[in-house]
Each structure stands twice: as structure tokens, then as C-alpha cells.
């Protein structure tokens, strides 16, 4: 094969890291969400995990799909108004920061062996919202940070650092569970925000362009709406995906698996 056929097809299956090579704040991000990610869905299968085995009802797990289902829409709307119009270097960096002193308080609440739930439901409510602001914000930077030629590539860099953590971020979570208990979990997720904070921090200000004036807020969420309104091929994967969000959660299971399969313990789920 020679070597112009070989390049075109390392091109086709294999992800483009330019965006890693010529942008030092892109690459400190990369890594450091990629760790946060992981913790994140440590932290999103070892919530299932506990509640269940304080409930064992998988309607008590069902339920933290519901109570996170409005603070996912309405921050996600509101953050995608405010990484329009705020410094999205400053908003990254304090719900970065809010995130992983979520994850300190679970570590507490486990440590305390609070047997209550409502506690987990509150605090599962307000860390959705936090995280939906962040994660509009976060994707906004990264076309600063790369330029347009390199964002496509950078975002399926940023798809696969997310794919990545959604598939070993549970399995490490319930694996540490299982060995060293819920609170290691949730401390080891707030310690990996660390890199992430950091890097935010190193970041110079990313504040929106001259010509935009946009301000966050429900007038700049209606605006958005509005966009919306007679353009269905966006707004059915908008509904699409909120559906598939509250209705085809279907990780909420996994906690009853082990003992319903396997008949093992809850944190059995790691091993499978």
C-alpha cells in the first residue's frame, strides 16, 4: 500500500489530533475533562448504586431521572444563553469548581451513612443544573481555543473524550465502591476535577465577540426557542434527545441487576 493511500486511510477511521498538537490550553482540556469525565459517571452510576441499596426499589433509582429531568432542560437552556453573553472562561471555571463540591458533600453524606433520600434527590437536582450550564459553556470555548478549521476535529476529540468516560466511568466507580465503599467514589470524582479547574484557570478570558449582544436570561432563551420554532430538523433532535433523556434512562437498572441476576450484593454490578 503506499504511502498517500495509507495517510487517506488513517484519515478516514482514525480521529484527527491536530487540534492536541497546536493548542496547549485545547490539550490541557482535553486530558482534563477526560478525567472528569470519568469521575462523573463514577459518581452517576455509584448515586444509582446507593440509593437503591438504601430503597431497593428501582422506582426510588427511577426517580432520579424525574428530578433531574427539569434542572437538565432549564439549565441547559439558561447556560447556553449564558455562554453567550459572560466571561465562558469564568462560568466553566466556578461550575467546574460547584461540581466537584458536590461530589465532597456525597462523599459526606456516604461517610455519614444518611439513610434518607429526599438529601440525594435535592442534590442530584441542583447538580444537574450546574453541570447543564457547564456544558454548553465548555463546548463554546473550544472554538477559541482551536479556530474554525480544526473545530469539527476538535469536537470529535471532545465526543470520544465523553464516549471514553461513559464507558469505563461506571465500571471504575462500582468497582471502587464495591472494594473501599460509596464515599471513596465520590471523593476520588471530586479530586478529578482538579485538572480541569486548573485548566480553566490557565485560560485567558473568553469573553463573546464585540458585535454580540446578547444578554443571558429568559429573553435570550425565548430568542433561542423562537429560532427553533419552524426549523424541524433542529428542533425534533431537541425533542428527541429529551425524551431519550427521561424516558430510555436506562442505567437506573443496573443497580438491581447484580441482585436480581447474579444474586450478588449491589456494588456487584462492577465485576459485571
Known amino acids: 500500500m503506499s504511502t498517500s493511500r495509507l495517510s487517506r486511510w488513517r484519515s478516514t477511521i482514525l ?60 439549565g441547559g437552556l439558561y447556560g447556553g444563553s449564558i455562554a453567550d453573553a459572560r466571561d465562558r472562561r469564568a462560568v466553566a471555571y466556578w461550575t467546574t469548581t460547584g461540581l466537584a463540591g458536590f461530589s465532597l458533600v456525597f462523599a459526606g453524606m456516604a461517610y455519614s451513612d444518611l439513610r434518607l433520600l429526599w438529601p440525594y434527590y435535592v442534590l442530584i437536582a441542583g447538580q444537574t443544573w450546574l453541570s447543564a450550564i457547564a456544558q454548553p459553556t465548555r463546548m ?19 465526543q470520544i473524550s465523553w464516549n471514553i468516560g461513559f464507558t469505563i466511568g461506571p465500571v471504575i ?3 471502587i465502591a464495591k472494594s473501599y465503599g460509596f464515599g471513596w467514589a465520590y471523593l476520588i470524582d471530586a479530586l478529578s476535577f482538579a485538572g480541569a479547574v486548573y485548566a480553566y484557570w490557565r485560560l485567558p478570558p473568553v469573553v463573546p465577540d464585540s458585535d454580540d449582544d446578547h444578554k443571558a436570561g429568559l429573553a435570550s432563551v425565548l430568542e433561542g426557542l423562537r429560532y427553533l420554532k419552524g426549523r424541524k430538523n433542529l428542533s425534533m433532535t431537541f425533542y428527541v434527545d429529551i425524551v431519550a433523556m427521561a424516558f430510555g434512562m436506562q442505567r437506573v437498572l443496573f443497580a438491581s441487576i447484580p441482585l436480581a441476576f447474579y444474586g450478588l450484593a449491589v456494588v456487584g454490578f462492577g465485576p459485571i
Do not use: C, H, Y
Not at 28 to 42: E, H, K, N, P, W
Open 15 to 74: 480521529a484527527d489530533i491536530t487540534p492536541l498538537k497546536v493548542s496547549l490550553d485545547f490539550r490541557r482540556i482535553f486530558f482534563a475533562q477526560l478525567v472528569s469525565q470519568i469521575g462523573t459517571q463514577m459518581t452517576a452510576v455509584v448515586l444509582l448504586l446507593q440509593i437503591f441499596d438504601i430503597s431497593r426499589s428501582n422506582l426510588a433509582t427511577g426517580i432520579v431521572g424525574a428530578v433531574a429531568f427539569l434542572p437538565m432542560v432549564i
Open 140 to 158: 463554546a470555548i473550544i472554538p477559541r481555543l482551536v479556530g474554525a478549521e480544526l473545530l469539527p476535529a476538535a469536537n470529535a476529540l471532545a
Open 173 to 175: 466507580g462500582a468497582t
